[in-house]
């Protein structure tokens, strides 16, 4: 079956530093991935897509990379900020196909 | 951008009632629309699959009958569970997209926490 594993529960990170968040699917080979920022008690935030003829795609201070090969996406957060402090979550998906979602990784930026 | 609008934010019922959540897509025509189901410090789990004018495909292990999905317009969609137990309390989720993911992404309603007393 399809799983998503995301590097760990929580990662807590100084404020300034890059925040690096990995997301590894098995089982499936998603066309395009995206990332979603989800706050307590608040549904999710699309952040990021990228495609899978994409390696690396920005936005402001955020990166996401996507290797097909390895079968994994990397998720970086440059000059992180208190108010960055989330929970990210990875869906990998295709076309019209349902968007599963890993359990997420809660950031947690310390000042 | 894309907008889905989720009613009601929070709802408190009675054990044995029926509960109905609706999710709207505000300015663009979704297809598809999904429902989520997410208990506390756990993953967003997918319950089923709503396409306009058919009938929902629901994943496995979620019941059609107590879950009932209805998605009659390009903007509505709506989810009733019936005769809620307080073991269906938890956060529900809406997301809508209107066309293929790699090309409109999904938009998510902003959550409806149920608790069934």
């Known amino acids: 079956s399809q799983k998503i594993e995301q590097n760990s529960e929580a990662l807590n990170i100084q404020e300034g530093k890059t925040a690096t968040l990995t997301c590894n699917y098995t089982?499936?080979?998603?066309?395009?991935l995206q990332w979603y920022r989800q706050d307590p008690g608040r549904g999710p935030v699309f952040l990021l897509l990228?495609?899978?003829?994409?390696k690396e795609k920005r936005k402001e201070r955020l990166k996401v990379t996507f290797d097909t090969t390895l079968k994994q996406s990397l998720f970086h957060i440059t000059a992180s900020q208190p108010a960055d402090s989330a929970t990210y979550l990875c869906?990998?998906?295709?076309?019209?196909?349902?968007?599963?979602f890993g359990i997420g990784t809660k950031l947690q930026v310390i000042p | 951008g894309a907008v889905v609008s989720q009613h009601p934010s929070w709802v408190i019922c009675k054990s044995g009632t029926s509960v109905k959540i609706e999710c709207r897509s505000l300015?663009?025509?979704?297809?598809?629309m999904f429902w989520y189901r997410q208990f506390p410090k756990q993953s967003l789990m997918l319950m089923a699959t709503?396409?306009?004018?058919?009938?929902?495909?629901?994943e496995q292990g979620v019941e059609k009958d107590k879950f009932l999905i209805n998605h009659a317009s390009l903007t509505l969609s709506t989810l009733t569970v019936t005769s809620a137990h307080p073991e269906d309390s938890s956060f529900y989720i809406c997301?809508?997209?209107?066309?293929?993911?790699?090309?409109?992404?999904?938009?998510f309603g902003s959550g409806t926490r149920l608790t069934v007393v």
């Open positions: 997301s809508a997209t209107a066309g293929p993911g790699q090309n409109y992404g999904y938009t």
């Open positions: 089982n499936y080979s998603p066309a395009y």
């Open positions: 990228i495609r899978e003829n994409e």
């Open positions: 869906a990998p998906a295709g076309g019209y196909q349902k968007v599963t």
């Open positions: 300015d663009f025509q979704a297809t598809t």
């Open positions: 709503s396409n306009e004018g058919s009938k929902a495909t629901y």
